[in-house]
């Protein structure tokens, strides 16, 4: 082998490391998995195993609703902690509704390894576990937090519910990436790019964020917004940051908006 092959097949082996090394980094930027599995920490509700098309088994944490009350599939952000959602929790089932909270692979006691398509496959599982047990479209709210609105919005696109819920929301990930670091939206294998997916969403949307969020630009909420179709609704909550949504009173804004949707 010449001196010159040589060289080549170093170059080229040396770039497959540094590639490699981007892909392990964009993922650590993308999800940030607590393995603990945490037993249901909150009254009746009931840790339940849901499968997934490739062979997973998922956590889930469910509680059912009230007759005539709508049941929240709820998709969390990339830190995907149960236990610390209690709040959440109390100010869903208060209201009469229930919730099935669908943990992602490699996600609090769930298998597998995240990835984009992945989980896309955990989303259609939770909607499909939940379409099992009796309930209607109608009855099925769609609600993505951070992350999870990326998961929320393609599920939405592809299976019918009652709304979209969308609570600091992206444009996609290669989007949030370049907001921080310049260039880095280069790095970005799992991009979630809502943008490309919102516009096939028909079913009525919500979108809720802080105009002081420091993790994703209340700016990509409003351009969401501006891509979906009608019937939409946004929601700025004054001095919220990416995680206290809820703490500052999204949920009445939520409960308004589903009275107006009520559904077929």
Do not use: C
């Amino acid at each position: 082998m010449s001196g010159w092959w040589r060289w080549l097949l170093i170059a080229a082996a040396a770039l497959a490391l540094v590639l490699m090394a981007l892909v392990a980094y964009s993922n650590s930027f993308v999800y940030h998995p607590h393995r603990e599995r945490v037993a249901p920490n909150f009254a009746e509700t009931e840790a339940v195993v849901v499968e997934t098309e490739d062979g997973e088994r998922l956590v889930g944490w469910y509680r059912a609703p009230v007759e005539g009350k709508p049941i929240f599939l709820f998709f969390d952000g990339n830190g995907g902690r149960p236990q610390i959602w209690e709040g959440r929790w109390r100010r869903i089932t208060e209201s009469g509704a229930g919730f099935l909270a669908v943990y992602y692979r490699g996600y609090s006691g769930s298998t597998g390894r995240p990835s984009e398509r992945g989980l896309r496959l955990d989303a259609r599982a939770g909607y499909d576990w939940l379409i099992a047990r009796g309930y209607a479209p109608r009855d099925i709210v769609i609600h993505g937090f951070s992350l999870g609105s990326g998961v929320a919005v393609q599920l939405a696109a592809e299976r019918p519910a009652r709304a979209l819920i969308l609570e600091a929301p992206f444009t996609g990930i290669d989007d949030v990436a370049a907001s921080h670091f310049s260039g880095a939206r280069y790095l970005i294998r799992d991009t979630y790019r809502s943008r490309d997916f919102i516009g096939r969403v028909h079913m009525p949307v919500l979108i809720a964020h802080g105009d002081a969020d420091t993790v994703i630009p209340f700016s990509q909420g409003e351009r969401l917004f501006a891509l979906a179709n009608e019937p939409k609704q946004v929601v700025r909550m004054p001095g919220s940051d990416h995680a206290t949504l809820m703490r500052d009173g999204v949920y009445p804004h939520i409960w308004r908006f589903l009275d107006q949707h009520p559904g077929e």
